[in-house]
T-cell receptor, first 115, second 116 residues
Framework: NAGVTQTPKFRVLKTGQSMTLLCAQDMNHEYMYWYRQDPGMGLRLIHYSVGEGTTAKGEVPDGYNVSRLKKQNFLLGLESAAPSQTSVYFC??????????????FGEGSWLTVV | GENVEQHPSTLSVQEGDSAVIKCTYSDSASNYFPWYKQELGKGPQLIIDIRSNVGEKKDQRIAVTLNKTAKHFSLHITETQPEDSAVYFCAASIPGYGGSQGNLIFGKGTKLSVKP
């Protein structure tokens, strides 16, 4: 049981290049999330999905797109990378508990540098 | 929208001492308050959580208290050990924000250093 797996772990991009971060979870979770973490800023939600085929915007969605074609996968795309997107990206997943609040399980992170 | 403030941003304690990290939230509708621990190079991991119908919860050396009236909650770590050194994040969840379950709004984190 691997939990939440992210690939790649490290990537350097040139400004204007595109790339996709891959996230896979093997816990059969309905909800999946992409966060970015910047020094002094905590974790900020980029996009999330409440089920296969659905996506929604979080706090900082600009410059990113996502897709959830399969329940276990959640992809984060950067169409035209900018230096401001240099960050650590975390994928996460959770399951509905029937009450408020989900226990969110995070991946190990993907370090992205845009030069 | 919801805002979560976390203090202090850094905290240094001697091994064996207690550590307290405090968070305040702005939206009185928030009803779920987890705490995450992030070790260097790793993803955040849930260590304890509390819901709004409970005032305190303990798990061995870790406890969380919630004051709904004042809209603040705190993490207490007793008998600290070097392996407690990490960044700790508080978060708050608002029902209806991001689906029926509510997405989390995180504080900016506290870097805890436990000196042997």
């Amino acid at each position: 049981n691997a939990g939440v797996t992210q690939t790649p772990k490290f990537r350097v991009l040139k400004t204007g290049q595109s790339m996709t971060l891959l996230c896979a979870q093997d816990m059969n979770h309905e909800y999946m999330y992409w966060y970015r973490q910047d020094p002094g800023m905590g974790l900020r939600l980029i996009h999330y999905s409440v089920g296969e085929g659905t996506t929604a915007k979080g706090e900082v969605p600009d410059g990113y797109n996502v897709s959830r074609l399969k329940k276990q996968n959640f992809l984060l795309g950067l169409e035209s990378a900018a230096p401001s997107q240099t960050s650590v990206y975390f994928c996460a997943s959770s399951y509905p508990t029937g009450t408020s609040g989900n226990t969110i399980y995070f991946g190990e992170g993907s370090w992205l540098t845009v030069v | 929208g919801e805002n979560v403030e976390q203090h202090p941003s850094t905290l240094s304690v001697q091994e064996g001492d207690s550590a307290v990290i405090k968070c305040t939230y702005s939206d009185s509708a928030s009803n779920y308050f987890p705490w995450y621990k992030q070790e260097l190079g790793k993803g955040p991991q849930l260590i304890i959580d509390i819901r709004s119908n409970v005032g305190e919860k303990k798990d061995q050396r870790i406890a969380v208290t919630l004051n709904k009236t004042a809209k603040h909650f705190s993490l207490h770590i007793t008998e600290t050990q070097p392996e407690d050194s990490a960044v700790y994040f508080c978060a708050a969840s608002i029902p209806g924000y991001g689906g029926s379950q509510g997405n989390l709004i995180f504080g900016k984190g506290t870097k805890l250093s436990v000196k042997p």
